[in-house]
């Protein structure tokens, strides 16, 4: 066990629906990292932030948000969803901003139908 | 950031050793090297990180020349439970990071 807890496990949604997928961190951990994996395809890397701000970002489409809230837990907000965003999304957290050990969480499995 | 070549896929045998080699031509000063493991359907997870010669851990142990233009995962008397996708990161350990990942090396354990 990471210590880092993404909800939903799963998540079965039709093709123009927003869902939010949820992340906590590490206890202590400031820093929060999303990624998508789709199927055979290496990790992309979305977005970062640390102690609620952003960080860093990768590959976001403009349908996609996230944001860090005040107890550190983030949130990634998936909107007008095509059939080509079903991916495992994962959630990453570390100690501080750098490129420090990070923990991952067990992922958010997205289908869209 | 710079960018790391690995080897697509490997092959190996229960326990064997394994050395996996990521090679990092545009390495900076500052940099680290990290290697990560992704099991199927699982988040990765940090095996061993590195700047300069040796570095051993529980798990693995991680060479690293001189020259820092390239580096080598070693897996001692490796298990099933060891296939895995391996990922070989280099970047500033004090910046603000994102951790980028490349393809990784597919590494298969046969019985």
């Known amino acids: 066990d990471s210590g880092v807890t993404q909800t939903p496990k799963h998540l079965i949604t039709a093709t123009g629906q927003r869902v939010t997928l949820r992340c906590s961190p590490r206890?202590?951990?400031?820093?929060v990292y999303w990624y998508q994996q789709s199927l055979d395809q290496g990790l992309q890397f979305l977005i970062q932030y640390y102690n609620g701000e952003e960080r860093a970002k990768g590959n976001i489409l403009e349908r996609f948000s996230a944001q860090q809230f005040p107890d550190l837990h983030s949130e990634l907000n998936l909107s007008s969803l095509e059939l080509g965003d079903s991916a495992l999304y994962f959630c990453a957290s570390s100690v501080d901003r750098t490129n420090t050990e990070a923990f991952f969480g067990q992922g958010t499995r997205l289908t869209v139908v | 950031l710079a960018k790391t070549t690995q080897p697509i896929s490997m092959d190996s045998y229960e326990g064997q050793e394994v050395n996996i080699t990521c090679s990092h031509n545009?390495?900076?000063?500052?940099?680290?090297i990290t290697w990560y493991q992704q099991f199927p359907s699982q988040g990765p997870r940090f095996i061993i990180q590195g700047y300069k010669t040796k570095v051993t851990n529980e798990v693995a142990s991680l060479f690293i020349p001189a020259d820092r233009k390239s580096s080598t995962l070693s897996l001692p008397r490796v298990s099933l439970s060891d296939t895995a996708v391996y990922y070989c990161l280099v970047g500033e350990k004090r910046s603000q990071g994102n951790l980028i990942f490349g393809k990784g090396t597919k590494l298969s354990v046969k019985p």
């Open positions: 545009n390495i900076a000063t500052n940099d680290y």
């Open positions: 206890s202590g951990d400031l820093s």
